[in-house]
């Protein structure tokens, strides 16, 4: 009978369902919340013909669309490894967090651009308590799911998650910036609002680029972890004689580790086996980042074996 191969998926992959379900339910509370806070500045920030509230609004309208975008790239990471995708599909989760920072981007471009109308045809906004009380109010809303969103991020370790949050704590200095221009605005200087929204167009393209600039890292495969520091961790487990040729790639929650180890030349098959698993179980426990550790075992030279290589 011929033999088949049939990829199975990682050991470590069923706590990672787990883990995406956890993300999922965070990104579906915190897109009705943000819908929620996204309506009422642009209901209220149109009927008024405050721009800085109405732009703000728009904002926290593309915080909900990020949230979707997160939502599609984490159903798509939590596949499990096949035969196209051996390493699996956690990419996905990046390409999400650099769609969500195109869109900060976008609505950057087009607060820019409403802004720079409101300088030639000059208006006067109406400014009433009420606006106040919306600021404020949402801008609470997004403090709380700001910090929600994040600790889940750091605890879950997503990527996702992480860079929403900073989208979304972007909209707190922006709906401070707008109680300023409505404070502006009530004591009779109408010009600041503008001024206000390109001083938020300026704040999202920020938040926007170090989005980018950290999912970048993934993707480009960047060093992720310390040579020096894991190989110190490697020596320190019996067996080891020393170690090289260390990479290191990956993202949150999924740093891949490649590395080879040496031991001793005559060392029977079945302890070397050992010892790699043990390094791989040991660096796991310390990188809680780490998903996957590869070590390839090489004989130490008769004139190196009790020196210990680093490089």
């Known amino acids: 009978m011929p033999y088949s191969c049939v990829l199975q998926p990682h050991p470590g992959y069923h706590p990672m369902i787990h883990r995406y379900k956890k993300i999922q339910q965070v990104l579906v509370l915190v897109l009705f919340l943000n819908l929620a806070v996204a309506f009422a500045k642009i209901i209220y920030g149109t009927f008024t013909g405050t721009l800085s509230m109405t732009a703000d609004g ?21 596949r499990p ?19 969500i920072a195109i869109l900060l981007l976008f609505v950057g471009f087009e607060i820019f651009q409403n802004a720079l109308n409101r300088f030639l045809v000059r208006s006067t906004p109406k400014v009433t308590t009420l606006s106040f009380v919306i600021m ?28 929403d949050s900073m989208h979304t704590k972007s909209d707190i200095y922006v709906s401070l ?25 300026f704040l999202i393209f920020r938040a926007g680029f170090r989005i980018m600039k950290e999912s970048s890292r993934v993707l480009l495969d960047m060093s992720r972890l310390e ?24 993202g949150m929650g999924d740093i891949r580790i490649d590395m080879h180890v040496l031991v001793r030349p005559d060392m ?19 990188y809680k980042d780490v998903s996957d550790v590869v070590v390839h075992l090489e004989p130490a030279s008769p004139q190196g074996s009790n020196s210990k290589k680093t490089s």
């Open 177 to 201: 910036s707008v109680i300023a221009s409505l404070v502006a605005i009530k004591s009779g200087f109408p010009l600041l609002d503008p001024l206000i929204a390109l001083l938020i167009s």
């Open 227 to 250: 040579e020096e520091e894991i190989c110190s961790l490697v020596l320190g487990v019996e067996g080891v004689l020393g170690c090289h040729k260390i990479r290191t790639r990956g």
């Open 136 to 163: 404020l109010g949402t801008m609470g809303i997004n403090y709380l799911v700001t910090r929600y969103e994040y600790l889940k991020g750091v605890a879950l370790r997503s990527q996702v998650l992480i860079a």
């Open 268 to 286: 029977p098959l079945e302890d070397a086996h050992l010892i790699a698993h043990r390094v791989s179980k040991m660096l796991k426990a310390e």
């Open 58 to 78: 728009y904002h926290s309208l593309f915080d909900g669309v990020s949230n979707i975008v997160g939502l599609v790239g984490i159903y798509i990471s939590s």
């Open 81 to 99: 490894p096949d035969r196209d995708h051996p390493y699996g599909h956690q990419k996905y989760e990046t390409f999400a967090s650099i769609f």
